[in-house]
């Protein structure tokens, strides 16, 4: 089931606390990334308010929540399970199936969901952000089949351009070279009520009912029982991606190739809200949004989703301006009230430059690494460097001054910096070199942004350990509690590290694009463009799913900074260790305004087709492992299916 407001947590919150007094009777399972770290960061300070117990493990993808299921059979105090960004496009029944008197919460930005998680009454109950049901989505595919048509449209224009660069600029091409049981709804009736706040199968049917009467008039050209198929999968239908295709249900498997193209695009993967903006909002709902570090942890999860992408920038700036009035009641902006934050800290809102780390970096460096800045100035080439150095020129501030550590530049040039910004900037194409954000001054006298603060996290998350004794599985989880121990505010030694990590991450990542497009070892293939990292002193780096996805979004708005048509984009890194590619799949970023993203059904797909080896790296179904030998069969395949 599917709880769509906040009034009922209270009573969701109550039945896990008298659970709890038996034991260590919940446990928390949390993804690998800064908004999951963030969002279990406020459940465990409210559990630990009431003196509850709980266990906390990290899981990186699938493999792990089947270890979790036989953790269940050895365990009989364990009466809640809370998943935290690693749930909601699974079917919870078919893993866990040693579940007998727990239920299972699911906190989650990723979407769509799981049906069977939808209409099980007895096993889960999704905590949704309040954006689900039929109205919303009614309207949702509305806006998908026009904006189809449109793309459609711009598809036919985009490829006349094409033809046209391929006569014109040949020289400067880069390319061309996802068993369900019966409703069981007596649990979550004593729990919730019948007082509409959970969607009921009722309401799912009468809404099919809706859209199948509607899809007749929208869609003239397909017969009325494709119409109905086509209708009936389109609002919750999601394949189960992250079973292996030897497990898979036979209906699964043999409605894929029968699956028209509408089928498949509306089973695309995008993000709701935040799951530790969720978790704040509960927390309100029980009045315990003042314990300490809540706000922040809630602003921290809202910045890993915009700065990593997977949220528009209109929903980012509605989101801030609820934020902003927050921070704004809890530290008052009044001089008088200063010396209140002497021993502690204290969050301001501010307009933070899109050049990232300057605090911690140099202003040149900053500049020059920043994805914004890069893409406009074209940075890649001796031109865009050329004009990188003559803005630096207008702005008066001499060379040298600009590659010593931002904290050591003259306070003339620092003070001085936003002004001759506006004055300037705007003559390089640069008019958008802000966003609004947070600021955190630590009693420590030390101020990180609420971007400074993710980057940091998500570095540690995905450095690497020079301790080769220990197992992949034995890195990532040290990795996983560095991030987390660096969230508080006792720790931060720890971000001082992730910030280094991060600052060499993003430096590798510009040297790459470089490269790539120098070398042009992207290739166009059809619908969409790929390309691999095969050969790199500095391959490791790249072995980590965000830090691939960082690569590919940068390399994306290049793209767009060179005028290519916009086209999705897979980007692979071989691991030489596991012989196999990491490959993360991109349909947009802040620059196509475009975020939806329709790779996990085509991955599956094709490895269906072509029998390859494909495990997913992390709950999000367009970042796959392939192995290598299955490589180019499985792009083909792809190629095919995307056509």
């Known amino acids: 089931m599917v709880l769509t407001t906040d009034s009922k947590f209270s009573e969701i919150y109550n039945i896990i606390k008298e659970n709890a007094l038996q034991g260590e009777s919940v446990l928390i399972l949390v993804a690998r990334d800064c908004d999951s770290i963030a969002a279990c960061k406020i459940l465990t300070e409210i559990l630990k308010s009431d003196q509850i117990a709980y266990n906390l493990k990290p899981v990186s993808g699938y493999e792990d929540l089947v270890k979790v299921n036989d953790l269940l059979l050895d365990n009989d105090e364990i009466k809640s399970i809370i998943m935290i960004n690693c749930g909601g496009n699974i079917e919870i029944t078919k893993l866990f199936s040693n579940l007998k008197d727990q239920v299972v919460y699911i906190i ?69 070279n996802m068993q369900g049981i019966d409703d069981k709804d007596d649990l979550m ?16 049917d009468e809404n099919e009912k809706k859209r199948k009467k509607g899809s007749s008039k929208r869609d003239k050209k397909k017969s009325s029982s494709s119409s109905t198929l086509t209708k009936n999968k389109r609002k919750y239908s999601t394949i189960n991606y992250f079973q292996s295709k030897d497990n898979s249900d036979n209906s699964d498997s043999d409605n894929d190739d029968d699956q028209d193209e509408d089928d498949v695009k509306i089973e695309k993967s995008y993000y709701g809200k935040s799951a530790a903006v969720i978790m704040y909002k509960l927390s309100s709902v029980l009045i315990k949004h003042n314990l300490d ?28 301006l609820e934020f902003k009035s927050l921070v704004l009641n809890e530290y008052p ?54 004009l990188l150095q003559t803005l630096f020129a207008m702005m008066g501030i001499p060379i040298d001054q600009t590659k010593q550590n931002f904290i050591s530049m003259s306070s003339l040039y620092k003070n001085n910096l936003k002004r001759q910004l506006e004055t300037h900037a705007p003559k390089f194409g640069l008019n958008n070199l802000y966003y609004r954000s947070f600021l955190k001054k630590y009693e420590c006298n030390i101020e990180l942004s609420a971007s400074d603060t993710v980057y940091a996290i998500t ?42 990590q991060s600052i060499v991450l993003q430096k590798e990542i510009t040297r790459q694009v470089t490269s790539m497009i120098e070398k042009r070892i992207v290739i166009l293939s059809g619908p969409f463009r790929y390309a691999f990292i095969t ?27 060179m005028g290519k048509p916009l086209k999705p984009f897979l980007i692979g890194a071989l691991n030489a260790k596991k012989d196999n590619y990491l490959i993360v799949g991109i349909s947009g970023s802040h620059s196509s305004d475009f975020h939806s993203n329709q790779f996990g059904v085509y991955f599956r797909k094709a490895a269906d087709a072509t029998n390859a080896s494909l495990k997913y790296q992390s709950f999000d179904t367009s970042v796959v492992e392939i192995s290598k030998i299955d490589m180019p069969k499985f792009i083909e395949q792809l190629h095919s299916s995307l056509v």
């Not at 989703?305 to 989101?319: A, G, M, P, T, V």
């Not at 690569?551 to 708005?557: A, Y």
């Open 333 to 386: 902006d009044d001089s008088e009230q200063d010396h209140t934050y002497v021993m502690g800290h204290k969050i301001l809102p501010i307009d933070d430059f899109k050049f990232m780390l300057y605090r911690h970096w140099n202003l040149h460096d900053s500049l020059f690494n920043s994805q914004y800045i890069a893409c406009k100035l074209k940075i890649w080439k001796a031109h865009g460097r050329h």
């Open 293 to 320: 570090g809540l706000l922040w942890y809630a602003i921290l999860g809202l910045t890993d989703q915009f700065i990593h992408e997977r949220i528009s920038l209109e929903s980012y700036e509605q989101q801030y």
């Open 535 to 561: 050969e790199n002193s500095e391959l490791k780096l790249f072995i980590h799913p965000l830090a691939l996805t960082k690569l590919g979004l940068f390399m994306m708005d290049a793209f767009i900074a």
């Open 108 to 176: 989650d930005s990723h979407r769509p969901y799981n049906q069977k998680n939808i209409d099980d009454g007895q096993y889960s109950l999704i905590i949704d952000d309040g954006t689900f049901g039929p109205d919303e989505q009614d309207r949702e595919e509305e806006e998908e089949e026009e904006e189809e048509e449109e793309e459609e449209e711009e598809e036919e224009e985009e490829g006349e351009r094409d033809e046209d660069d391929d006569d014109e600029k040949e020289g400067e091409e880069e390319e061309e």
């Open 459 to 500: 570095a540690l998350m995905e450095s690497d350990n020079l301790e080769f004794d220990q197992t992949d599985e034995e890195i990532w989880e040290q990795n996983f509690w560095d991030a987390y121990d660096s969230i508080s505010n006792k720790n931060i030694d720890l971000l001082k590290i992730g910030l280094k």
């Open 189 to 204: 009736n004593q729990l919730l009520g019948d007082d509409g706040d959970i969607s009921s199968q009722d309401e799912i």
